[in-house]
């Protein structure tokens, strides 16, 4: 006991005097790991937020509404409607008659329903609503039912396959921007983490030749410099771990008020996933950073 | 143990047939055969660059022979680990001309971080480094910074150092190199009293009055060769006689 308690004694004095011996290399490696896992934490967010978003989307977007033209008699729709139901695809269609369209359209909140009264008549047209067992036949669907006599050309419905694919877009390039960007600082922060480890070697090479004059083990010699970087990367992890952890919420209440009609959501059990995963990566960082710089010095 | 490993047939330190080449090509030792058993105190003399400093690096491995064997406390340097090196060196107590003390530690802390450093249980520490800074004749300047003490005080701290772990083997490197005389001697004197403990002494130097009155067993490398071999020898061969 005696002895590993000297052990992480001597190893946790000296990687903090390493540390504020050589302040100013030290801070610049923890503002690099703060900037990695910044990085890190916000991407992870913002493609689960994507994520929220395309899933919400899609349970929307199993449906559409079929136009009918004013034209088609009733008789014809329900047909038109049975033929729609015996399609496998096909698990539910609703026949939403003119009065039922401009019924729900006058709930709609952001429109004033005057609009509508000093028309007269009403614009809107009966439509059969389509929902299906799996959204990529949606656009099969779409292509059939726009042929036939009985569907109102302008427009004939409202499938719109773009939202979601931008969407899913949107996820992929932010994904692999990110990704590349959090590769490269990761490459970095290792590289300059190793550069403070070398330096605060460098400034310890008479300790450590005594050291190693003295009979100390290899292990013995290299723990302070992989404590000094775990030092580094939690220091880095701990920034950036507070600046997501409380900013997360205003950002997303921010964003609510801007983007009014994208569902976007505050998921706190994901955050505490996230926060943990960066400070892992900080631990990571520092101690592969460390390990980089104690490595080749060492053997001799 | 002791009665184990001292043995006629086992010194404790053998060289056989030692050749070491550095990667630039410099050869530093050709053919070197020496045998010193326990307790022996030698010199190893000769001129700058003949290897003498290459030999002490060898037996504290810190460079490997090219060729040959090179047997400590009967372990066979060439395989041993390099991670059993740490517990050679214990065994062997080293100091250097420049002595190698760290400036920001005083007295105390520059020998107990012999211990600390090789994860000896701390309780002990304070009892060890009183001993041997009274060996070397050190009470009352425990709180010294080295830049405080004299050269001949910051040998004896290095003395000190290299005594914690009781080793079997001291090796001297120059160790009289930047003192005066005076100093010297007292040195030298601390040098004999840890051989009369059972220590055996290696010291390369250069003080050919110390090794001219001392009388003791001289080894002379010339070349990275030994050239000479004698006890009670002085620093020069003898006019009328050679080895």
């Known amino acids: 006991m005696h002895r590993l308690w000297n052990r992480i004694d001597f190893a946790f004095s000296s990687a903090w005097q390493n540390f504020w011996r050589n302040a100013?290399?030290?801070?610049?490696?923890?503002?690099?790991?703060?900037?990695?896992?910044?990085?890190?934490?916000?991407?992870?967010?913002?493609?689960?937020?994507l994520d929220q978003i395309v899933a919400i989307e899609k349970t929307k977007a199993s449906a559409i509404s079929v136009y009918l033209a004013d034209t088609t008699p009733l008789s014809s729709a329900m047909d038109f409607k049975l033929h729609l139901e015996q399609d496998p695809r096909v698990t539910n269609v609703a026949y939403v008659s003119k009065d039922q369209a401009l019924a729900r359209f006058r709930q709609l909140p952001a429109l004033d329903p005057s609009v509508?009264?000093?028309?007269?008549?009403?614009?809107?047209?009966?439509?059969?609503?389509?929902?299906v067992r799996d959204i990529r036949d949606l656009g099969a669907i779409d292509q059939e039912v726009r042929n036939s006599p009985l569907v109102d050309k302008s427009p004939a419905t409202n499938y719109e396959p773009n939202v979601i694919d931008?969407?899913?877009?949107?996820?992929?390039?932010a994904g692999i921007a990110g990704l590349v960007l959090i590769v490269g600082l990761t490459g970095l922060s290792v590289f300059i983490i190793m550069l403070t480890i070398r330096t605060a070697i460098y400034l310890r090479r008479k300790e450590i030749e005594v050291m190693k004059l003295v009979g100390a083990t290899d292990w013995f010699v290299r723990w302070p410099f992989i404590v000094e970087g775990l030092i580094v990367g939690v220091a880095g992890a701990a920034v950036a771990v507070l600046i997501v952890g409380f900013g997360y919420r205003p950002a997303v209440i921010n964003l609510q008020s801007v983007l009014i009609f994208v569902p976007l959501a505050f998921d706190p059990s994901y955050l505490r996933i996230v926060l943990a995963a960066m400070l892992g990566f900080g631990l990571l960082l520092g101690s592969v950073g460390s390990y980089l710089g104690v490595r080749?010095?060492?053997k001799q | 143990?002791?009665?184990?490993?001292?043995?006629?047939?086992?010194?404790?330190?053998?060289?056989?047939?030692?050749?070491?080449?550095?990667?630039?090509?410099t050869v530093a030792l050709r053919d070197v055969t020496l045998q010193i058993p326990k307790q022996d105190f030698v010199f190893l003399v000769g001129p700058s660059g003949a290897g003498k400093?290459?030999?002490?690096?060898?037996?504290?491995r810190e460079e490997k022979a090219t060729a040959g064997t090179i047997s400590v406390e009967g372990q066979d340097l060439s395989r041993l680990k390099r991670r059993h090196l740490p517990y050679l060196r214990r065994k062997i107590g080293m100091v250097f001309q420049d002595f190698k003390l760290l400036p920001n530690l005083t007295v105390f802390q520059n020998v107990g971080f012999a211990l600390r450093v090789t994860e000896g249980a701390l309780r002990h520490l304070k009892p060890k480094v009183e001993e041997v800074l009274s060996i070397v004749g050190l009470e009352g300047k425990e709180n010294k910074y080295p830049d405080q003490l004299s050269g001949g005080e910051q040998q004896r701290v290095a003395i000190a150092r290299a005594l914690v772990h009781d080793p079997r083997i001291f090796l001297a490197d120059e160790p009289t190199g930047n003192l005066d005389p005076a100093t010297s001697w007292e040195i030298i004197q601390l040098l004999l009293q840890i051989n009369a403990r059972g220590t055996t002494v290696l010291m390369a130097t250069h003080n050919r009055e110390i090794v001219d009155v001392m009388r003791r067993r001289v080894v002379?490398?010339?070349?990275g060769q030994i050239v000479r071999d004698e006890d009670a020898g002085g620093y020069h061969a003898p006019a009328l006689e050679s080895h």
Request: hydrophobic share 55%; charged share 10%.
């Open chain 1, 296 to 298: 080749r010095f060492l």
């Open chain 2, 53 to 60: 400093s290459t030999l002490v690096r060898l037996l504290i």
């Open chain 1, 166 to 173: 931008k969407i899913i877009l949107l996820a992929r390039v």
């Open chain 1, 24 to 49: 100013a290399v030290s801070v610049a490696s923890v503002l690099i790991v703060w900037v990695v896992l910044l990085a890190l934490g916000s991407l992870l967010l913002v493609l689960h937020s």
């Open chain 2, 220 to 223: 002379a490398i010339e070349g």
């Open chain 2, 1 to 25: 143990m002791r009665v184990a490993t001292v043995t006629p047939a086992a010194p404790q330190i053998s060289l056989d047939r030692v050749q070491k080449t550095y990667p630039n090509g």
């Open chain 1, 116 to 131: 509508i009264d000093t028309l007269g008549t009403n614009p809107l047209p009966a439509s059969l609503d389509v929902t």
